[in-house]
């Protein structure tokens, strides 16, 4: 089925945007291609140290281009629960590379660090910039040129998104990630939000907010809810990096084991050297892009992603916009119910039919691009699978039930949660923001009361505490941008408003930071941009403005003459405080070159 009118105009709007750049990227990709690699070539003292500890078929393997080599980039380390898993991928891929007649080498690490365990604390202000980074030593590991294809194990918040930009950058070369999978259900998510809101009353100790956090993040794998690491998952499967059926299979289990040696296969497969050949640069094009942005949408998706997908975009010469994206929530159901989105956790989503039914129904209603490559082949029918252990160990494949597993979780195209995605692009006197409603009650939709100004997330928690945010209001925490302090999130503050929103009170946040995928009932304008260190109109707020934030006409203003509003002098921050310990001081050369939210946020493409 051909897609949807509306998202195939979208779609052409956003391929003739991109002309200018997507054309000279896929020149360079096809001269990389052409030119590369060729290991013969090299020369000898490159070639030695390329495969010094390499066994001695498979040094003439690779000195005379005769087998395929694979590079493994890997976000491994053992104190974080979803990348421990991959400690034991590398020997697996080996293996299973050399049953198929080809070599893999980890070509390089790059770091992997947790929202979960930086929230609220001054190592936040690294996270946005990691992405960056992270493409950055994905690129390190592959400047090499020894390598035929590429794995990509990763799966949190910032890993993938550097990943895709590191597997376009390095578009030549075909790509396959390859994720771990979420952890088993733990203490459902709603309970745990329940303790916070008790601990930050005073009504339970630290003890057990300890004990309930503990019973939520207890094993490996991701965090069971639907934030930015599960969005990365859908987004890679939907696209068509990842195999059919790989996204939510919990890791230490034989299907996920399965499921890597698959991908190790695939990988080669489609090198230069078969039939199949299929770069990463080629394969993702505006119509993977708008996938992706489709999947957002129908799941409730992450909000870091109005970011994320725009300097994944970017890398591959594609230009995507906040309107674009706006635009399609507005076409685009919402199809799943995840916590903050539901009560349900993604290994709910997955019994309930997972990736292969919301695909299936996206087909159905016409809404995704069909016509697209992926990693198997083209098209996306292959998607509509479930997947699970076949007798002889392998990956079995069956079509995707017709009906969901559980309507409550997963539903169908005809009887949507809500008919549209729920996340939109907000503009008005105070610039450029989003906002996902998609958790919010219809009655917050619109939020119009005073502003308190807060220029750090912790004045807003004392002013809690000291019981001093009484009535309605609009709490506007600026200073929170890329240029700023890195642009952290602001997770915590969910907690607190919250608390404050279910004593009756109508509350809102309106910030130029981020907040979480896992944030949802609070109505938050987030990602304003210009920010306010660049002197955006954020920064003229006062206290006592009336903030009006409407996500029903997709509007944010200040309730003031423009004329009076323009002639105000910025607020200023001492931000001191903010540029050096645990390790900040070594990204100043990112805060002072970053680009704005709406462009990707980032040090690489401005």
């Given at each position: 089925?051909?897609?949807?009118?509306r998202i195939?105009?979208?779609?052409?709007?956003?391929?003739?945007?991109?002309?200018p750049h997507?054309?000279?990227?896929?020149?360079r990709v096809?001269?990389a291609?052409?030119s590369?690699?060729?290991?013969?070539?090299?020369?000898?003292?490159?070639?030695?140290?390329?495969f010094?500890?390499?066994?001695?078929?498979?040094?003439?393997?690779?000195?005379?281009?005769?087998?395929?080599?694979?590079?493994?980039?890997?976000?491994?380390?053992?104190?974080?629960?979803?990348?421990?898993?991959?400690?034991?991928?590398p020997?697996?891929?080996?293996?299973a590379?050399r049953?198929a007649?080809?070599?893999?080498?980890?070509?390089?690490?790059?770091?992997?660090?947790?929202?979960?365990?930086?929230?609220g604390q001054?190592?936040m202000?690294?996270?946005?910039?990691?992405?960056?980074?992270?493409?950055?030593?994905?690129?390190?590991g592959?400047?090499?040129?020894?390598?035929?294809?590429t794995?990509?194990?990763?799966?949190?918040?910032?890993?993938?998104p550097?990943?895709?930009?590191?597997a376009l950058?390095?578009?030549?070369?075909?790509a396959?990630?390859?994720?771990?999978?979420?952890?088993?259900?733990?203490?459902?998510?709603?309970?745990?939000?329940?303790?916070?809101?008790l601990?930050?009353?005073?009504?339970?100790g630290?003890?057990?907010?300890l004990?309930?956090?503990?019973?939520?993040?207890?094993?490996?794998?991701?965090?069971?809810?639907?934030g930015?690491?599960?969005?990365?998952?859908?987004?890679?499967?939907?696209?068509?990096?990842?195999?059919?059926?790989?996204?939510?299979i919990?890791?230490?289990?034989?299907?996920?084991?399965?499921?890597?040696?698959?991908?190790?296969?695939?990988?080669?497969?489609?090198?230069?050297?078969?039939?199949?050949?299929?770069p990463?640069?080629?394969?993702?094009d505006e119509?993977?892009?708008?996938?992706g942005v489709?999947?957002?949408?129908?799941?409730?998706?992450?909000?870091n992603?109005?970011?994320?997908?725009?300097?994944?975009?970017?890398?591959?010469?594609?230009?995507?916009?906040?309107?674009?994206i706006?635009?399609l929530?507005?076409?685009?159901?919402?199809?799943?119910?995840?916590?903050?989105?539901?009560?349900?956790?993604?290994?709910?989503?997955?019994?309930?039919?997972?990736?292969?039914?919301?695909?299936s129904?996206?087909?159905?209603?016409?809404?995704?691009?069909?016509?697209?490559?992926?990693?198997?082949g083209?098209?996306?029918?292959?998607?509509?699978?479930?997947?699970?252990?076949?007798?002889?160990?392998?990956?079995?494949?069956?079509?995707?039930?017709?009906?969901?597993?559980?309507?409550?979780v997963?539903?169908?195209?005809?009887?949507?949660?809500?008919h549209?995605g729920?996340?939109?692009?907000?503009?008005?006197?105070?610039?450029?923001a989003?906002?996902k409603?998609?958790?919010?009650?219809p009655?917050?939709?619109?939020?119009e009361?005073p502003?308190k100004?807060?220029?750090?997330?912790g004045?807003?928690?004392?002013?809690?505490?000291?019981?001093?945010?009484?009535?309605?209001?609009?709490?506007?925490?600026?200073?929170?941008?890329?240029?700023?302090?890195?642009?952290?999130?602001?997770?915590?503050?969910t907690t607190?408003?919250?608390?404050?929103?279910?004593?009756?009170?109508?509350?809102?946040?309106?910030t130029?930071?981020?907040m979480?995928?896992?944030?949802?009932k609070?109505?938050?304008?987030?990602?304003?941009?210009?920010?306010?260190?660049?002197?955006g109109?954020?920064?003229?707020?006062?206290?006592?403005?009336?903030?009006?934030?409407?996500a029903?006409?997709?509007?944010?203003?200040?309730?003031?003459?423009?004329?009076?509003?323009?002639?105000?002098i910025?607020?200023?921050?001492?931000?001191?405080?903010?540029?050096?310990?645990?390790?900040?001081?070594?990204?100043?050369p990112?805060?002072?070159?970053?680009?704005?939210?709406?462009?990707?946020?980032s040090?690489?493409f401005?």
């Open positions: 089925m051909s897609a949807d009118s195939a105009a979208i779609t052409a709007r956003i391929v003739e945007r991109s002309k997507r054309e000279p990227y896929l020149d096809r001269r291609a052409s590369g690699p060729h290991r013969s070539v090299l020369g000898c003292g490159n070639l030695a140290h390329g010094a500890v390499c066994s001695p078929a498979e040094k003439v393997a690779l000195a005379g281009d005769r087998v395929p080599n694979l590079g493994i980039i890997t976000s491994y380390n053992d104190m974080l629960s979803a990348h421990q898993p991959f400690e034991t991928y020997a697996m891929i080996r293996e590379a049953e007649g080809g070599v893999a080498q980890v070509a390089g690490g790059v770091p992997a660090m947790c929202d979960g365990v930086t929230q001054p190592g202000e690294l996270s946005l910039f990691s992405r960056d980074l992270i493409a950055m030593a994905a690129g390190v592959l400047s090499h040129n020894m390598f035929d294809s794995v990509y194990l990763g799966v949190c918040d910032k890993i993938v550097g990943l895709v930009i590191a950058t390095f578009g030549h070369l075909p396959v990630f390859v994720p771990a999978g979420p952890m088993t259900t733990g203490l459902p998510n709603d309970e745990k939000a329940r303790v916070r809101q601990f930050a009353e005073g009504k339970v630290r003890e057990e907010l004990e309930a956090e503990s019973k939520s993040y207890h094993g490996p794998g991701t965090c069971t809810f639907y930015t690491a599960n969005s990365n998952q859908m987004l890679m499967e939907i696209m068509g990096f990842h195999l059919p059926g790989a996204s939510f919990n890791p230490g289990t034989p299907l996920r084991d399965a499921l890597t040696k698959e991908a190790t296969k695939r990988a080669l497969a489609i090198t230069a050297m078969g039939n199949e050949f299929t990463a640069g080629e394969m993702i119509r993977s892009i708008v996938n489709v999947g957002l949408h129908a799941t409730g998706g992450s909000t992603h109005t970011m994320h997908l725009v300097a994944m975009a970017r890398a591959a010469g594609i230009l995507l916009t906040w309107q674009d706006s635009e929530s507005d076409i685009v159901p919402l199809l799943a119910r995840v916590y903050p989105n539901g009560l349900a956790d993604v290994n709910h989503f997955h019994a309930a039919g997972g990736m292969g039914f919301l695909i129904q996206l087909l159905r209603g016409g809404l995704l691009h069909d016509d697209v490559r992926t990693v198997v083209q098209g996306l029918d292959a998607y509509k699978i479930d997947v699970r252990l076949g007798a002889d160990g392998g990956v079995e494949r069956v079509p995707t039930p017709a009906e969901s597993g559980d309507p409550k997963l539903s169908t195209i005809d009887h949507p949660f809500q549209s729920g996340l939109k692009m907000l503009t008005g006197n105070l610039g450029k989003v906002i409603i998609s958790a919010v009650k009655d917050r939709h619109v939020i009361a502003a100004i807060f220029h750090d997330q004045e807003l928690n004392a002013a809690f505490k000291a019981g001093k945010l009484e009535g309605d209001f609009v709490a506007v925490v600026r200073f929170q941008g890329p240029k700023a302090n890195g642009m952290p999130e602001l997770h915590k503050l607190v408003l919250g608390i404050l929103q279910d004593r009756g009170q109508r509350v809102a946040i309106l130029d930071g981020r979480s995928g896992a944030s949802g609070v109505p938050a304008a987030i990602h304003v941009t210009p920010e306010a260190k660049d002197g109109p954020i920064a003229r707020i006062q206290e006592g403005d009336i903030v009006r934030i409407d029903v006409t997709g509007t944010i203003e200040v309730l003031v003459e423009d004329i009076a509003l323009k002639t105000r910025p607020a200023h921050a001492d931000l001191s405080d903010n540029e050096f310990g645990m390790g900040r001081e070594l990204f100043a990112f805060r002072a070159i970053a680009g704005s939210a709406d462009h990707g946020a040090v690489l401005n």
